[in-house]
């Protein structure tokens, strides 16, 4: 990402100014209105849910609005993280090692019980955890490993900020070689063992009802961050243009470096809801998620370029691609043809932000 | 703008077009089972005894992993065309070694109200949480060939005894080299290819090598591990990393038979892929019995093979769900042991048309 190309200010960012830009968005067309507005992912979602109605079985059905509830919850709280660096004119690759290295190290710290054959060989064995469980397998344990799980996750993105902001590193190289020592030091730790006997007070986290608070509250902190905040109005006009926000007196690196800490401390979250949902702290969790992720985001309006997209929009973009996923899951398509779908959809959406970057641009 | 608006709607339209041509789901085998062997469909021999019209108008799904071997793949097969045979509508999914999308797909299998399922397990963890959501639902299921990390849940788990039948294998492989270190008077260094220690499968065949290499140290040095984690390349490169820190290994259990390629690959290379009774010959076992070690027998490349009798388990998974179904049970809990045996390069003249792997066709 070229934090200093010059671009225009952008939609989908602090509220714009008031006076001619203002009757300028009154007499735009609609379709452009619409374009970008986030109001066009939530129609897109309403055309899939009709079409795909006819043909997949139970769509509607209480039972599968809770399973796409239960799929959606976890998936936002990875996206909004996804969703700052993405602002910032950055990107994450690292955050399916992050879900796997936080799931495991959380499931060590609460584990109840652990087998010596499978762990003995573990690095941790004796310090984190033995067979009599983790050392925070307790009631009150699981809430300070859920913390230990977040500071982790930040951690990862400290390390990651770091390199982009202060070594001036290209994002996709630091989070793609992060994503390789993670995921490398992850198996170390377990010797790819999942992590089972998970407390029930935790995996209870995975029915909706609980999930659905801690996604909700943390979307909307995330929201009121990024659209009242001055380092939301920071966050856009460095991923806008990083050479001039500086310039202006923003401190561009620790804008940066805050972007990816909340990108480690939101996919931290996920992976607990994630691994409270699969009972185990797992080594692979994740991994092939992360198509998912940036596909989501940029379907909910987050520019690839930088200097757009809110939380409103990534939480649309993650609505259209769970319903999607499972309508043509109840359709009976072959895992193969759904990806075919899904990767069009993406490229779509790829295609429809370039459109909207080059459509700013002129104007 | 007019141009714009035509492209962007051509490429909606097309990705929705995508999606709904393939209408219908899949209410008759699938005829895209991918194996290490290439084979679109494994064809004659595969046939399993399912009574014709048992499953009519009952929804059956069935989840499996990637099918990478010739066992999931034939297992696949076998399952897929006799569930159609006894009238079922099968819904099939495919979830491809990822734990959160196999949980998925179950899910929307019980959306689309299917009276029962099956399903191959991506790991012990993942069985335990499948058959959780299953019995949730109160959907009967049955977990073919891998068993759930605990008995937590309630299913039908159709299994391989894997210890019994990893042990007869290198029982026999032990009395070829009693008879090696007869002639020769030297210890020989024995090595064996561990699975993926998270699959209980694997577990117990490390488990039969050591039952059966036990009390026979004058016989051999320590045996040493290569772990593979049920991947192919890491199965190689741990193998070559081994084969070259210990050059003298000369009796090699590999927990899969699928890693034979690989096996074939690093020995020649070093001299050491030899027949039996040639000079220089590794005593050579694996366990499953698929087409490959089969042919290797047939060439005696291979001394000993544990095999599954997957015919069995694949009837076993139908009958047990079908009678489940019948009986209204919701959520039935039985565990069915399919003894396997070793085929052996002695009693091959009678035994090999027992393994599935001799019976059925081989890849193209």
Known sequence: MDHAATKPATRGGPPAPSGPVVSQEARQPLWRRLLYSDLFVLLLTLIVVLALLPFANGLLSPGNLLNVASNFWPLLLIVIGQTFVLIAGGIDLSQTAILAFTSVFGAMLMTTAANPALYAKSPFWGILFNENGGVLGSGAGVAVAWGVMMALGALIGLLNGFAVSRVGMPPFMVTLTTTLFITAFTVWSTKSENVLNLPPAYTALATSWIAAPIAVVVAVIAHVVLSRSVYGHWLYATGINARTAEVSGIPVRRVILMAYVLSGVFTALGAALYTARLGAGRPTLGANLLMDVIGAAVIGGVSLMGGRGRITGAALGVLFFVVLTNGLNLMGLEFYTIMWVKGLVILSAVGIDTVRSRLEARS | ?364
């Open chain 2, 1 to 364: 703008m007019n141009k714009i608006w035509r492209v962007l709607t051509t490429g909606f339209c097309l990705t929705l077009v995508t999606a709904c041509g393939s209408v219908g789901g899949n209410a008759t085998p699938s005829s895209n089972a991918t194996s290490a062997g290439g084979s679109a469909s494994a064809g004659g021999g595969l046939n399993i005894n399912v009574e014709a019209g048992s499953l009519a108008g009952k929804t059956i799904c069935f989840n499996f992993q990637a099918l990478e071997t010739e066992f999931w793949a034939a297992g696949k097969t076998a399952i897929s065309e006799a569930l159609t045979r006894a009238g079922a509508k099968v819904l099939e999914f495919n979830s491809n070694e990822d734990a959160n999308r196999q949980l998925e797909q179950i899910q929307d299998c019980v959306t689309q109200k299917a009276d029962g399922i099956i399903f191959i397990p991506q790991d012990g963890a993942s069985a335990n949480t499948v058959i959780s959501a299953a019995n949730t639902a109160n959907v009967p299921v049955v977990a073919f060939n891998r068993p759930p990390a605990d008995e937590s849940g309630k299913a039908i788990v159709v299994v391989a005894d894997n210890r019994g039948v990893a042990k007869q294998t290198v029982e026999y492989m032990v009395t070829v080299a009693q008879k090696q270190m007869a002639a020769t008077g030297k210890k020989l260094q024995p090595l064996i290819m561990v699975g993926d220690l998270a699959d209980v499968n694997a577990v117990d065949r490390r488990s039969g090598y050591f039952d059966a290499m036990a009390g026979h140290d004058d016989l051999f040095q320590k045996s040493i591990e290569v772990e593979t984690k049920w991947d192919a390349t890491t199965a190689q490169q741990n193998l070559q990393s081994a084969m070259q820190a210990n050059p003298k290994v000369d009796f090699v259990f590999t927990s899969s038979d699928f890693m034979y390629p690989q096996i074939q690959s690093v020995l020649s290379p070093l001299g050491k892929w030899k027949v039996s009774g040639e000079d220089g010959h590794v005593i050579l076992g694996g366990l499953d019995g698929d087409n490959r070690a089969c042919g290797l027998m047939k060439t005696k490349y291979v001394d000993s093979t544990g095999v599954q009798d997957l015919l069995f388990e694949a009837e076993k998974s139908i009958s047990e769900l079908t009678a489940a179904i019948k009986a209204g049970e919701t959520a039935p809990s039985k565990k069915v042991l399919d003894p396997g045996f070793a085929l052996t390069l002695a009693n091959m003249d009678t035994k090999q048309n027992d393994m599935w792997g001799c019976v059925i066709e081989p890849p193209k």
